[in-house]
């Protein structure tokens, strides 16, 4: 009730942007972003893997098809052991986490995950491995070092595939994989 014995509710609307010719409200920034009218767009998430074998140069760039994104290496002879490096890099427009899941070892090869010299084998097998949240264009590397088992045969192989996922948006993913192969010496 005000001064004058009106009694009844009162509302305010804060609109943030602009009206279109149409009267739609366009260009607005709530918490959270969305996709409807007044409220921003959401923010591009776009994990992007990248391999090499260790002093190779990264393939993969900007490609999100695994057969462009795939290294290949022969253990010959003596050789044990191989190593690959996965440059995981933020190409989106907002900070993200990366979730990362690889292939297991078999009978022929082992296989170890490193994340700044760290043992994460474990939880890139399970899935529950996480990269550091990535600002846009900041990248993690994850080190796969393949040996070969001494019953591997020559032309043993085996296809390590390392799959990362956006955490915000899971239908944002890559794949890249190393190919290992035991071969004559």
């Not at 393949?146 to 032309?155: D, L, N, S």
């Amino acid at each position: 009730t005000d001064a004058a014995q009106n009694t009844g509710t009162a509302s305010q609307v804060l609109t943030i942007g602009t009206k279109d010719a149409g009267g739609v409200i366009t260009g607005g920034g709530g918490p959270g972003g969305g996709g409807g009218p007044g409220v921003g767009a959401d923010p591009r998430y776009r994990p992007d893997a990248e391999i090499r074998q260790v002093k190779g140069v990264f393939v993969g760039q900007g490609s999100y098809d695994v057969s462009d994104q795939r290294v290949t290496s022969k253990l010959k002879g003596h050789a044990k052991s191989v190593t690959f490096e996965v440059r995981l890099t933020n190409r989106g427009d907002s900070a993200d986490r990366m979730a990362v899941t690889g292939t297991g070892r078999n009978a022929q090869f082992n296989v170890t995950y490193f994340a700044g010299g760290v043992n994460v084998t474990r939880s890139v097998l399970d899935g529950t491995y996480r990269t550091d949240a990535l600002k846009s264009d900041e990248s993690a590397t994850l080190t796969v070092k393949v040996t070969k088992h001494r019953g591997a045969r020559p032309g043993s192989t085996r296809t390590f595939r390392i799959h990362v996922v956006s955490a915000h948006a899971d239908n944002k993913d890559d794949t890249v994989a190393a190919v290992v192969r035991a071969a004559r010496g």
